[in-house]
């Protein structure tokens, strides 16, 4: 069964989303009702997109466009045969993909079909990328996380998950180490000017950054849309709505606008809607600042895929209940600097494993530090793994391995 | 068509298995049970057991995954349940949950044997009959013999379901023991308390209220033989919203020693909120409460010597290498990891220090109940556990 979807039905879609949305329209049409709402919901915010996402929309577009109609059924044949009721078979999802994905991904559990979706997405999406490969990164990526901010005595066996990986270093000289790697990050984005393509991201209040390339979000600096989120959940919940679903919907609608972001310029609309995303789709994110700098890099490498991300972990609350840390107030918040480096030692590693995801993975190099510590580990193309070094080096030595 | 995602979801599930069971030997030297039947006992007639044999469940609702368990960096994380609980019982290495994978539709698929499809987030009853049902009906036992102690308001509905001839009136008493601190505090700041009535962390933005009972504060502190302003005293001296759980199953148990009795702890599920440490801390206490609910086991006359003991996660997590999750944090990926879990069964007549490998489902939690305490689970789908009867 194929939809018949009309230009009306893109009339709420930003300009270029309409735009992109009405000029594949006899593409759209062909595609079986369970997958081309998933694709529209790409497209639709096509305005706010990473430059690299954007790419991805029109390499699948493209691709699915050079496709005879019988390699294209045969493609998504997996869709084709999933069991939908027609509800979800309806043409009107085309307006609201957003709904279309939260409705049918209820159903999928429910019916036990959530297996057979995974892997006709996943076969979907390997198809795309051998018929086109991601090209490589402009440089090699590096991937920098400073963790243990405010500690002053560890007893956590830090980097463990890293240690097949890369070498750790035991003796490393920290002084002006963050003043080193935050120079760093500025030169690489002033070698490869690009928007979006270099990141410093920090849980606590961010060093000051020269370079306009190197696109800076601290927590704190999203506090007051952070509190103003968590305004319009409580008042949701004490206005009664139904359920957490009910509620994930409303965040998922929610424009940045609400939350005092200011959309001038497209640069800033982008990031706005960005930094909207982690606060609303982000599970912890919102009340505890490791999971938001975690968090933050997952999102970066797999959205704008940049070259550099330097993320910067730091103490976040201590945990209290859900309906105090909900409430906004935190005027008597406790730190938990020796959790918060366990949390940031984890956060670490998934920052590593999701840069690796990307192209160009056999040459990106990773540097974790306990900030103000003699503690470091790398992971190189340059440097053995599962090796420790205990000789005397400071963070300019550390970076020299990455470029390599 | 055996399509090749399912075989490799399977092998890997497998090859979690096999670790646990390696690991497991050269930890405790347990016995390998290779089971290469799944032959179901003959089904018990109810009634021809005496209740001379009790039973108590306990399940986690937030998954663990091996690495944190299982595995070598994982073991310092449960020393009592590696070194005191294993020994004394039967470890199924491969609990394969096809359910949906939410903690109350599938804490609920557990205790009917049926796998749920209704929305983890409704407050609805299961729509099968739940293993207090049965339970109560077949041996018509009073309701002060089928208990539920469930830490978030979700499960309020989970004692009974809405199927025909079956119902409430069969259905376990269900205490979710923070509803009643609340009630308790209500003239009073919650500030040294609020950690115990942490509630669903499932979905960490909603919030929903903590309602009122339809049994009162009183009814409850009777119940619990015990003042209010005791309840609360005792409350300030424990930590967490399971620790709250234990002491309410602690004087049930004291009180009514219930035949049936089922205990859902969550707070290692706080790992949704991406906090590492807090998701091991949960882990490490969880583990220090079974051994305290088997320690109370073996000290109470009326449970010592005649009482089954299961412990299960209700599933897993995410894998860190599913590209569509987020690593421990979450269960939503439906991968191997987060299907694959582990039952850990202990009492009279259970073979101790082994470990049973054949892919088993939670579904078949109700049906061996049933075998072992003489009730008929007839519309549950799983099938009795052979190695524990």
Known sequence: MLLQIQVKHFKDYPPEARRVAASHLELLRKLPPAFMPLLLQQVQDYDWRFPAER???????????????????????????????????????????????????????????????????SNYLNAVLAALPHQPPAAPRLGIAVIGKGVERNSYPLFSKFRPHGMHFTNVNPANGLKT??????????????????????????????????????????????????????SAINNGIAGPKELLSLLHRLQPEEIGFDAAGQNGAIIGRFATSLLTSGSGTQIFSTSFVQWTTRELWRRAQPLTILARFAPRQRQRSMNELLSGDEQTVEMDAPGSLIDADMGAFYMWRDQQRLSGAEKASFLIWFEDHPEAFAVSPSLPPNTESNARIDMHWLLAQTRR | MADHRTLKASEISESVSRRRREFLRLLTGAACYRSSFSAS??????????????????????????????MPQGQQNIPYLLKELLPQGTLFTRVENRGILGHYVATAS???????????????????PTVFEYFRRDLRRPSSDAWVVAPSNGFNRIGSSDARSFGPGYGAQVVLPKRFLKQALASKTTGDYARLLQDNYESPLFIPQIEGSSISLLEFAELLNLSVKDFVTQALTLSSPDELSLYVAKRLMRRYAPNLLWITLHDMDIAHAGCYSLYIEGIQRTDRLCREIWRTIQSEPEYAGKTALFILPDFGRDSDDSVGGNGFQHHRTGDALSRTTWLLALGPGIRENSVVDRPVEPLDVVPTLGALLGFDPRMARGKPLSELL
């Not at chain 1, 496709?67 to 939908?84: I, N, V, Y």
């Not at chain 1, 078979?89 to 999928?108: G, I, R, T």
């Open chain 1, 55 to 121: 790419r991805d929309i029109d390499r699948q577009l493209t691709f699915l466009a050079s496709l005879s109609d019988a390699d294209r059924r045969r493609l998504l044949t997996g869709f084709e045969r999933l069991q939908l009721p027609t509800r979800l078979m309806d043409v009107k999802w085309a307006s609201s993909p957003v709904e279309f994905s939260e409705q049918l991904s209820n159903y999928l559990w429910s019916t036990h079909q959530i297996d057979a979706f995974h892997e006709a997405s």
């Open chain 1, 181 to 234: 790697l935050l120079a760093h990050v500025a030169e690489r984005a002033a070698a490869h000017p690009a928007p979006f393509d270099h990141w410093y991201i920090d849980g606590g209040p961010a060093e000051p950054v020269s370079n306009p390339l190197l696109t800076s979000i601290s927590y704190p600096g999203l506090e007051p849309h952070r509190l103003a989120l968590l305004r319009k959940i409580n």
């Open chain 2, 41 to 70: 006992a003959a089904p018990s007639s109810p009634g021809s057991h005496s209740l001379k044999r009790r039973a108590i469940v306990v399940t986690f609702g937030g998954g663990c995954r091996d690495e944190e368990t299982f």
């Open chain 2, 110 to 128: 557990l205790a009917t044997g049926v796998y749920e499809t209704f929305d983890n987030f409704a407050s609805v009853p299961p729509q099968s």
